[in-house]
């Protein structure tokens, strides 16, 4: 039973430039919620993904949106980088019904030069 | 912004002695804790989680206490082994909100 992938493991990127970073949830798992981890800091909520709509919203700017596919995947997008924007990003899944019980795959580790 | 904080930022124990890490909440409308386990490169992993009708819950060598008067939880790590050696969130949650994680502490364990 595969857990959440994620997908790159790291990225470099410049200012300005745009990124997308994909995640696979758990098997059977319907919701998929993404954060974002400055070093030193817990995760921070940006936003969930379920029946291919976003659903909450974190305190994230405009530059941040997202997609949830058929099969449940999801995608990340950061458009105009910033240097703050570099953190790790992880995804989350989980299955709507069961509650808010979260797995969470390895991150993405995106440094913005 | 609310927010779950913890109290200490680090805590250093030797192997064998039992670990205990605090987190004070600051929502009363939470119903749902968990603690995760962050090692180093890594994604947080699930340790164990309490609901608010609850006070008490234990696993394997790990017990979680909530007390909702106080509004604060706690992990205990029983006999910590340096496999024990990382950074620990609490995180809260309440019917239609996303998990708000605190910061963390960064529990080192020495044989």
């Avoid at chain 2, 670990?19 to 090692?39: G, H, R, T, V």
């Avoid at chain 2, 992993?45 to 706690?74: A, E």
Wanted: charged residues 15%; glycine residues 10%; aromatic residues 10%.
């Amino acid at each position: 039973d595969a857990g959440v992938t994620q997908s790159p493991t790291h990225l470099i990127k410049t200012r300005g430039q745009q990124v997308t970073l994909r995640c696979s949830p758990k098997s059977g798992h319907d919701t998929v919620s993404w954060y974002q981890q400055a070093l030193g800091q817990g995760p921070q909520f940006i936003f969930q993904y379920y029946e291919e709509e976003e659903r909450q919203r974190g305190n994230f700017p405009d530059r941040f949106s997202g997609h949830q596919f058929p099969n449940y995947s999801s995608e990340l997008n950061v458009n105009a980088l910033l240097l703050g924007d570099s953190a790790l990003y992880l995804c989350a899944s989980s299955l709507r019904l069961a509650g808010n019980e979260q797995f969470f795959g390895p991150g993405t580790r995106l440094t913005v030069l | 912004g609310e927010s779950v904080g913890l109290h200490l930022p680090t805590l250093s124990v030797q192997e064998g002695d039992n670990s205990i890490i605090n987190c004070a909440y600051s929502n009363s409308a939470s119903d749902y804790f968990i603690w995760y386990k962050q090692e180093s490169g890594k994604g947080p992993q699930f340790i164990i989680d309490i609901r608010s009708n609850m006070d008490k819950r234990q696993g394997q060598r790990v017990t979680v206490l909530l007390n909702k008067t106080v509004k604060h939880l706690s992990l205990q790590i029983a006999a910590t082994q340096p496999g024990d050696s990382a950074v620990y969130f609490c995180a809260e949650t309440y019917p239609g909100t996303a998990l708000i994680f605190g910061k963390g502490t960064t529990l080192s364990v020495s044989s």
